[in-house]
């Protein structure tokens, strides 16, 4: 024993771990989890991270107080240790066991998090080799049987969805070739076995069944669209409800308060699924999904297409094998059709560089550049040069023909003498030398059909923005035409009708009132003398302050006042007429003056608008005669002319000496040709230019 307890003591000391040999019979007894083990090496029983030893010796201390079970002490001077202490298995496992990974939520979180994406490297691992092994395969096989052909994985697959994409586009193409024929022959589609035809502004045909359809699917999509939208609200509000839940328990726990035991919003938001948005793909798959064939239409005979239409009726049975060379066709036509952009391109950017050299040429020489002649020149070259290329094959090919018959010939007859081929070269040889020597065109090689096909795009863009410069024009007229015939148009109509009639009574009104209202009185003198004086001329010649346009509303006033004035002279006449009558001794004489006093105030206030216009000094106006013309007509000089028709001509000359100042044209000619040379002397002499109002 006391070999043993060293030697136990020796291997904790060195921090030496060792297996934990257990023999059979003690496997399963749990008895010797709460007995006391010690370290017998005549059992072979070692333990890997405890060795108990017998606590009876002296100079050993008490362990029952430390924290830390491996720690052995040496001893304590002096002190004695009467207590025995017994470690059982169990404690020994929990006081200095491994650590258990996993132990908390977070930890096992962590590991699960790992495990899938080694998973999911492991998957694409996998699926990465598998894609590179048929690749391989591929590769060896086209080797092998020499063919070109690439490995597709869906291959069959994708041949039939395009001929079934190709089929509905073949009959989709062909009932709206019907539809428009009916749109034309028979708008309710019976003959042609197609709906009702409704033509659209911009001639765009469609049929009432269709209108129907689409006006259902929009109406279905905007559902679809809301219920997803609320549904997605509902679950962004539960989950922030869930993450406030969250938050009072944290700050509960921080602030040492009982944690709630029941989480309600985070129940609701695990029971509840985050809608969804279809992808692309998804969405083309459902394109794809094969739908129900349609009813077949019907062109009836004497009704045929146009010539440059396909007819996509006759190819509404028809069958794989013939889609398939269809398709084929199509793809060599887009080929070529792509061969010919890069050969239209090519050869506008040669025509461009031959405008550009003949530009700087044009330049250099001091000439104007006119870039249609210069085009048509570069044209008409080029097909000059075609024409020669041409002539000059047909001049070979003759060459080639004669020189095989003197072949024939000179095989049948013998060698000639080497004279005869002497002159041969000779005469062969000046044409050699006048090929070398002939000069290089400056135009450039053009294909003509080619630069006109260029031009066809340009002129397509052309026409379809007038046509759609032409719709933009007409979209408020359509718009008008639109409202007027729905029921808010007409609300807005007549709302628009009631204001015109109330403004109109209000100025009927207003124009009543201003008839009613009694006029202010004011000394007439009674001699002539008095009304002739120059004070009293004075007074009655109006001073113009502005200038302005007559509106309707001046126009109606002035109407109203005439009107007025009408009704004060009836009213004094019949007041004047009553009083004669009631009053016969009254002298004839003063009811005469009367009548002529009322009869000069009455002209003078109408004189006063009418002449009013023509009170102007034209000595204060710039400008020239056309614009002082202008002003005279806004002020009513031409309505006065046309009110005095009535009158005399020397009653005109009268009011004119009296009332008007004399224009004198000659000074106002001199004015505007002073006016007229002080402004080109200030635009042309000053220097510089004068940039601004009037230059």
């Not at 990974?101 to 979180?109: S, Y």
């Not at 025509?351 to 104007?368: F, R, S, T």
Request: glycine residues 6%; proline residues 4%.
């Amino acid at each position: 024993m006391p070999n043993t307890r060293r030697w136990g003591l020796k291997l904790h000391c060195a921090n030496i771990e060792t297996r934990h040999e257990v023999t059979g019979s003690e496997v399963d007894n749990d008895e010797v989890n709460d007995k006391p083990i010690l370290a017998q090496s005549q059992d072979k029983f070692w333990l890997p991270y405890f060795i108990p030893l017998s606590t009876t010796s002296p100079t050993i201390s008490s362990v029952s107080n430390m924290d830390n079970a491996n720690y052995i002490p040496l001893g304590v001077k002096g002190g004695k240790i009467n207590e025995a202490v017994t470690v059982t298995l169990s404690m020994a496992r929990v006081t200095c066991g491994p650590k258990v990974i996993g132990e908390t939520k977070e930890e096992r979180k962590v590991i699960a998090r790992e495990i899938g994406l080694k998973a999911r490297k492991e998957k694409k691992r996998i699926k990465s080799e598998a894609r590179a092994a048929r690749k391989a395969n591929a590769i060896l096989h086209r080797k092998l049987n020499r063919s070109t052909k690439k490995y597709n994985k869906n291959e069959e697959r994708n041949k039939q969805r395009k001929i079934d994409l190709e089929r509905q586009k073949i009959r989709c193409g062909a009932i709206k070739q019907a539809e428009a024929l009916a749109a034309i022959h028979d708008p309710t589609g019976k003959t042609f076995n197609v709906g009702e035809i409704i033509v659209l502004p911009g001639g765009i045909v469609k049929t009432k069944e269709g209108l129907r359809r689409a006006a259902e699917e929009k109406e279905k999509k905007q559902r679809q669209d809301a219920a997803r939208q609320a549904a997605l609200q509902e679950y962004k509000d539960a989950d922030a409800a869930a993450r406030l839940e969250a938050q009072e328990a944290q700050q509960a726990e921080g602030e040492g308060r009982p944690l709630p035991t029941y989480f309600p919003a985070k129940e609701a938001l695990s029971k509840m699924v985050k809608p969804k948005k279809l992808s692309k793909k998804q969405l083309q798959r459902q394109e794809l999904k094969p739908r129900p064939a349609p009813p077949k239409p019907t062109i009836p005979e004497g009704i045929s297409l146009p010539d440059d239409e396909e007819n996509l009726l006759a190819l509404w049975d028809i069958t794989d094998e013939d889609i398939k060379k269809r398709l084929i066709k199509k793809k060599k036509e887009k080929a070529a059709g792509r061969k010919d952009q890069i050969k239209i391109k090519k050869n506008a950017k040669k025509l461009k560089k031959a405008l550009k050299v003949m530009k700087e040429q044009a330049d250099n020489a001091g000439v104007a550049f006119d870039q249609a002649a210069a085009r048509k020149e570069i044209l008409d070259a080029q097909a000059i040069n075609v024409r020669k290329r041409k002539d000059k094959k047909k001049n070979k090919k003759v060459v080639i023909s004669d020189a095989e018959s003197n072949s024939d010939s000179d095989s049948s007859s013998g060698s000639d003498s080497d004279s005869g081929s002497d002159m041969e070269e000779a005469k062969v040889e000046p044409i050699e030398r006048q090929g070398m020597n002939r000069k290089r065109t400056t135009s450039p090689k053009l294909e003509v059909t080619l630069i006109e096909r260029a031009a066809e795009p340009e002129r397509a863009s052309k026409a379809n923005n007038e046509v759609a410069r032409e719709r933009r024009e007409q979209e408020p007229e359509q718009k008008k035409a639109e409202e007027s015939k729905t029921d808010e148009g007409k609300q807005l109509a007549a709302a628009k009708q009631a204001n015109k009639e109330k403004k109109g009574s209000r100025r009927a009104a207003k124009l009543a009132a201003e008839a009613s209202e009694k006029p202010t009185k004011r000394k007439r003198p009674d001699d002539d003398e008095e009304r002739n004086s120059p004070q009293n001329k004075k007074a009655k010649t109006p001073v113009v302050a502005e200038v302005k346009k007559k509106s309707d509303s001046k126009k109606l006033n002035h109407e109203g006042r005439r009107a007025k004035l009408e009704v004060q002279n009836e009213g004094l006449q019949e007041r004047d007429s009553k009083k004669q009558e009631s009053s016969d001794t009254r002298p004839d004489r003063d009811i005469a003056e009367r009548e002529s006093r009322i009869a000069a105030e009455t002209s003078d206030h109408v004189e006063k608008h009418i002449h009013g216009a023509e009170q102007w000094n034209p000595d204060k106006l710039t400008g020239d005669a056309a614009r002082k013309d202008k002003f005279r007509r806004l002020l009513g000089a031409g309505k006065v002319a046309s009110k005095e028709g009535e009158k005399s001509n020397k009653e005109k000359k009268e009011m004119k000496g009296k009332n008007q100042p004399a224009v004198d044209i000659d000074k106002i000619t001199l004015d505007l040709e002073r006016q007229f040379e002080a402004g080109n002397k200030m635009k042309h002499d000053g220097g510089r230019k004068r940039r601004g109002l009037g230059a």
